[in-house]
């Protein structure tokens, strides 16, 4: 059974930086499709970026693209979110997901049959 486990959230300012990781354990994901979406609590998840799984094609919602970058290491079955000029309202709480199938919509969809990680508090200050 796979397990994603995340890490590397915490407090940062506005305008600040910050890289989250997600870590499967227990069988390779390399086949997998992985992505991260955020919640704010009452609200509906929002999709934030994906990467195929070769890594050839990587995804972004449009508030993102330019100051967050996805990636990952299929030798280490982890995936990265380095998340540059963090804004504010982007205090989330930020879940990897994996799927080997996903459909385009226009972003890769990831449902509750999918993986997830256990949720990264980022709280954004200022």
């Known amino acids: 059974q796979i397990q994603l486990v995340q890490s590397g959230g915490g407090l940062v300012q506005a305008g600040g930086s910050l890289r989250l990781s997600c870590a499967a354990s227990?069988?390779?994901?390399?086949?997998?499709?992985m992505g991260w979406i955020r919640q704010v609590l009452g609200k509906e998840r929002e999709f934030v970026a994906a990467v195929s799984w070769i890594g050839a094609t990587a995804y972004y919602e449009d508030s993102v693209k330019g100051r967050f970058t996805i990636t990952r290491d299929n030798a280490e079955d982890t995936v990265y979110l380095q998340m540059n000029r963090l804004k504010h309202e982007e205090t989330d709480l930020y879940y990897c997901?994996?799927?080997?199938?996903?459909?385009?919509?226009?972003?890769?969809?990831?449902?509750?049959?999918?993986?997830w990680g256990q949720g990264s508090q980022v709280p954004v200050s200022g």
């Open positions: 997901a994996a799927a080997i199938r996903t459909t385009l919509n226009p972003y890769p969809a990831f449902s509750a049959d999918d993986l």
């Open positions: 227990g069988r390779t994901v390399s086949p997998y499709t």
